[in-house]
Nanobody, 114 residues
Framework: VQLQASGGGLVQPGGSLRLSCAAS????????MSWFRQAPRNQREWVAR???????VYADSVKGRFTISRDNARNTVYLQMNMLKPEDTAVYYC?????????WGQGTQVTVSS
């Protein structure tokens, strides 16, 4: 599975961004797709997950601000990020869990700054 993340950039506090993670195969064959992030000098942390049945789970730090979704026809998972804060600044990674294996995409940088 190859994953291509995109959509990062520079945004002011309170702004929005939408990240995309495009998979090289049908995401209906992937058990779960997740977003993680890693800020400088921090460990990589889990942000959100969407399962094959469409159920979603969020980290407390982003609940109510971020929304994960999927478009099976485009084999793409999205992360809509609203009300962004400086502490959301990080490199964001998508991960696929398929047949007991993890697959990671390259990161996309999100910077929240005025």
């Amino acid at each position: 599975v190859q994953l291509q993340a995109s959509g990062g950039g520079l945004v002011q506090p309170g702004g929005s961004l939408r990240l995309s993670c495009a998979a090289s195969l049908s995401i209906t064959s992937i058990s779960a797709m997740s977003w993680f992030r890693q800020a400088p000098r921090n460990q990589r942390e889990w942000v959100a997950r969407i399962d094959n049945d469409g159920s979603t789970v969020y980290a407390d730090s982003v609940k109510g601000r971020f929304t994960i979704s999927r478009d099976n026809a485009r084999n793409t998972v999205y992360l809509q990020m609203n009300m962004l804060k400086p502490e959301d600044t990080a490199v964001y990674y998508c991960r696929a869990y398929r047949y007991s294996r993890d697959y990671w995409g390259q990161g996309t940088q999100v910077t929240v700054s005025s």
